[in-house]
């Protein structure tokens, strides 16, 4: 469990470095999307009391997303030709739940509010979802990340730290 908080520790830095450089606010989808921080809440309670993992895969996922070219959900492109972040080697193992969990998380709130809320917003709140249920800390997410357009394997090369 130390390796963990010591990931849930450098995620919330990341998050608050990366969300001081965009305009973003908690309320975001007050209008258009009320619900769907509790959408994504449930969804990622759900996957977790199915799987003993959800949190940990989840919490990578998005640390592998904002080392990458910032917390844009870049990860959770798909491509045809397996060259995308997700098929970077070292994102391989994440596709046995943390892209399921937040897949999940996706279609529930798009079930809802269907084009309005970015995956990348998806996968924060998923995140801090995740940390929560860990027994880490509560916290807010300031919303209105745009989803990164492309994704490259190659770019994720050098870019994430290792764990030692």
Same mark, same amino acid.
């Given at each position: 469990? #130390? @390796? ?29 999307? +009320? &619900? ?5 809440? %449930?969804? $990622? ?7 003993? *993992?959800?949190? %940990? ?11 990458? %070219?910032?917390?844009?959900?870049? *990860? ?10 997700? =098929?970077?080697?070292?994102? !391989?193992?994440?596709? @046995?739940? #943390?892209? =399921?969990? @937040? ?5 529930? $709130?798009?079930?809802?509010?269907? #084009? @309005? $809320?970015?995956?990348? =917003? *998806? !996968? ?12 880490? +800390?509560?916290?807010?997410?300031? &919303? ?10 190659? =770019?994720?090369? #050098?870019? !994430? +730290? $290792? !764990?030692?």
């Amino acid at each position: 469990m #130390g @390796v963990l908080k010591k990931v849930w520790r450098i995620m919330i830095i990341v998050m608050i470095i990366k969300m001081s450089e965009a305009q973003l606010s908690e309320n975001f989808y007050r209008f258009s999307c +009320p &619900l769907a921080e509790t959408i994504v809440r %449930q969804s $990622v309670t759900n996957k977790f009391t199915q799987t003993s *993992i959800t949190a %940990q895969a989840t919490i990578r996922l998005f640390f592998h997303d904002c080392f990458v %070219q910032g917390c844009d959900a870049s *990860i959770m492109i798909y491509s045809a030709n397996g060259d995308a972040e997700k =098929d970077a080697p070292i994102n !391989l193992s994440l596709a @046995v739940d #943390g892209f =399921d969990t @937040v897949n999940k998380a996706k279609q529930a $709130v798009e079930a809802m509010c269907p #084009g @309005v $809320v970015s995956c990348a =917003d *998806i !996968l924060a709140l998923a995140t801090r979802d995740a940390i929560l249920l860990t027994g880490g +800390p509560s916290y807010n997410v300031e &919303l209105g990340r745009r989803d990164g357009l492309k994704s490259k394997a190659s =770019d994720v090369q #050098g870019k !994430l +730290p $290792v !764990l030692e």
